[in-house]
């Protein structure tokens, strides 16, 4: 809980500058997952094992995935497919371990979802070139070029503001939780340990956390590859 209201503290400040919990824990995870991807390519063997063999069996669901949703042609979209799905989906479960996930910011989920809609009407374009990209707006009718603009411009917003609004849920059901269940230790019990709290909301937050985290980021990365093909076809 922030200070002035329900969002992300600041951590510190650089100068004038507030870094806030978002930055922090966003800033852990990208050293995480590089710590992760120099440690497990420095030495790969041609006959995988072990954790290289983890990691090639994730790559290859991840290639076929790419090819699944947006065709043989376009897997070369797979890094990027890839890289949502990790950040989105350590981002979502890193509750587990008492941060708050950057997703529920809505900064973060409109960052996301701005860069897959840039990508969107990028490699629509360059697919179709200009002018056959403009025409698809003139489609079925022309009459409907303003619903269809409105259309596309509120794909980014409905992907931010899908994953931001399910992650939040989450966090504030747990924090309302977590604050009833130390009154009723404090109230019922008479105790100032949190013991109710150590036990009770585990299995919410396999839910809130784990399960719907994993979830939704399979949600937002499976609209981004729907929106990139479909704008390229």
């Known amino acids: ?8 503290r600041v951590a510190f400040y650089i100068g004038n500058i507030a870094v806030t919990e978002t930055v922090t824990v966003t800033w852990f995870i990208m050293f995480l997952l590089l710590v992760f991807s120099v440690a497990v390519t420095r030495n790969m ?10 990691v090639e069996q994730i790559v290859g669901m991840i290639n076929n995935l790419t090819k699944q949703n947006m065709g043989e042609k376009n897997i070369a979209f797979a890094p990027y497919v890839g890289t949502l799905l990790l950040l989105i989906g350590i981002s979502n479960i890193i509750g587990l371990f008492g941060f708050r996930p950057p997703t ?9 979802s701005i860069t897959t809609f840039v990508l969107t009407q990028f490699f629509g374009m360059k697919s179709k070139g200009l002018g056959g990209y403009g025409k698809g707006f003139l489609e079925p009718i022309p009459f409907l070029l303003p619903l269809n603009i409105i259309g596309e411009l509120a794909n980014p917003i409905s992907l931010g503001f899908r994953l931001f609004g399910n992650i939040t849920a989450g966090v504030i059901i ?10 009723f230790t404090d109230t019922l019990l008479g105790l100032t340990v949190p013991l109710l709290q ?20 399979f949600i937002f990365t499976m609209l981004t590859m729907v929106f990139i093909s479909g704008a390229m076809e």
């Open 104 to 112: 529920a910011d809505l900064n973060t989920t409109m960052c996301l």
């Open 174 to 183: 747990m924090t309302l939780l977590y604050g009833a269940l130390g009154a």
């Open 45 to 54: 063997k041609k006959e995988a094992s072990g954790l290289q063999l983890v």
């Open 198 to 217: 150590a036990g009770v909301p585990a299995v919410l937050h396999i839910y809130f956390d784990l399960f719907a985290g994993l979830l939704q980021s």
């Open 1 to 8: 809980m922030g200070v002035d209201g329900f969002g992300p």
